[in-house]
Structure formats: structure tokens, C-alpha cells
T-cell receptor, first 114, second 111 residues
Framework: ETGVTQTPRHLVMGMTNKKSLKCEQH?????MYWYKQSAKKPLELMFV???????ENNSVPSRFSPECPNSSHLFLHLHTLQPEDSALYLC?????????????FGEGSWLTVV | QKEVEQNSGPLSVPEGAIASLNCTYS??????FFWYRQYSGKSPELIMS????GDKEDGRFTAQLNKASQYVSLLIRDSQPSDSATYLC???????????FGSGTRLQVQP
């Protein structure tokens, strides 16, 4: 069990659905991240929030919409996704500026778009 | 975006041998480097970090950093079948304020 909790662990959604992924960190960190991991591809950074302010969106399609209401919670809102968006979505957190910016991952949310 | 390069493998070693995993990075200004292990179907877990040139040892693991050559490596001594996983090299990018990952090297330890 890690200090970063993601729900749901598995999600199947149609292309016209709207769903959200939730992440909560219990480590007292000040930065949170969404990464995407597709088969045969490196981990891709999607969004960074530091002190609840978005730092990077990395040219992610607008069908992915992040929300960070406080330093412990992070959401990824999903709408009108495509089958190629099926992947493992990883939330992570770090204490930016200390411990060399070590990032700790949650267990991930497996997303299948049908 | 800066690049982190790893050989995808698989790297196959016999049980008890030393496994050597390598990584190169493009950002000469990078200061923080990490190795993560990822079992199939699981999320990455941190093995160790390294910030200074030279070696850093933690149990059976040794990370090596050479900033002049932009090269990071991970040695696993006395490899066990339970070490079979994908090993991800990651570099902190100050501009992005996040880690950039390599594609990972798959390690297979043969009993």
C-alpha cells in the first residue's frame, strides 16, 4: 500500500461518457502529477500541480481536464475519449524542493475506452 | 522535452549474477536521477536516487552517475528471480518541474 490512493482502479467507458479519476495523497506533499502509461511507450507526463497551481499541461488534448482543489486531492475529468486513450493513468506526488524531488506513485487506474 | 534513453531489453541474467542496467540523458543541467522498478500490471516503485557523481549503494543495488558522460547505471548484485521486472530510469527536469522517464529495460533473472 502506498501513500497515494487512486480510484477507481479499473474503468471501462464509452466514447460518449463522462467520468473522473480521483487521487488522494497522504504524504503531506506539495506537488501532484498525472502520468499516462501506454503499452510500449514511456511514461508520459500529462499535468503537474505545485501548491495547487497548474505548472504544465504538456499539450494534452482538452478531453482530459485536471482539477486540484487542494494539495491532497487531484482529479482527472474525462469526456469524449477515444479508444487510443486506453492506458494506465498514474497519479503521483512529491515534496518539491526536498529529497531531490522524489516522486511517489499511486497504484494506477486502468482505463479502457470502448 | 529532454530525452532519457534505455535499452528495452530483455536483459537476461542467471540467478546470482550481476545485472547491469544503463541509461543516458540529454539534459546536461540535470541534477537528480532515479531508478524505479515496475512489475507487470503494477505501478512504478522507487528503488533509489542519486545526485552526485560516483557510486551509491543500497543493499544489493548500486547506482552509478557520471554527469560528464550523461550516464546513469544500476547494478543489481546476486540477482534473484523476484528482481524480474522493468526498470525505469528517470531524470528530474527543472523546467517541467517533473520527472522524465526512459522507456524502461525489462530484466529477466533465470532460476
Amino acid at each position: 500500500e502506498t501513500g497515494v490512493t487512486q480510484t477507481p482502479r479499473h474503468l471501462v467507458m464509452g466514447m460518449t461518457n463522462k467520468k473522473s479519476l480521483k487521487c488522494e495523497q497522504h504524504l503531506g506533499h506539495n506537488a501532484m502529477y498525472w502520468y499516462k502509461q501506454s503499452a510500449k511507450k514511456p511514461l508520459e507526463l500529462m499535468f503537474v500541480y505545485s501548491l495547487e497551481e497548474r505548472v504544465e499541461n504538456n499539450s494534452v488534448p482538452s478531453r482530459f481536464s485536471p482539477e486540484c482543489p487542494n494539495s491532497s486531492h487531484l482529479f482527472l475529468h474525462l469526456h469524449t475519449l477515444q479508444p487510443e486513450d486506453s492506458a494506465l493513468y498514474l497519479c503521483a506526488s512529491s515534496q518539491e524542493g526536498s529529497s531531490g524531488n522524489t516522486i511517489y506513485f499511486g497504484e494506477g487506474s486502468w482505463l479502457t475506452v470502448v | 522535452q529532454k530525452e532519457v534513453e534505455q535499452n528495452s531489453g530483455p536483459l537476461s541474467v542467471p540467478e546470482g549474477a550481476i545485472a547491469s542496467l544503463n541509461c543516458t540523458y540529454s539534459d546536461r543541467g540535470s541534477q537528480s536521477f532515479f531508478w524505479y522498478r515496475q512489475y507487470s500490471g503494477k505501478s512504478p516503485e522507487l528503488i533509489m536516487s542519486i545526485y552526485s557523481n560516483g557510486d551509491k549503494e543500497d543493499g544489493r543495488f548500486t547506482a552509478q552517475l557520471n554527469k560528464a558522460s550523461q550516464y546513469v547505471s544500476l547494478l543489481i548484485r546476486d540477482s534473484q528471480p523476484s528482481d524480474s521486472a522493468t526498470y525505469l530510469c528517470a531524470v528530474w527536469e527543472t523546467g517541467r518541474r517533473a520527472l522524465t522517464f526512459g522507456s524502461g529495460t525489462r530484466l529477466q533473472v533465470q532460476p
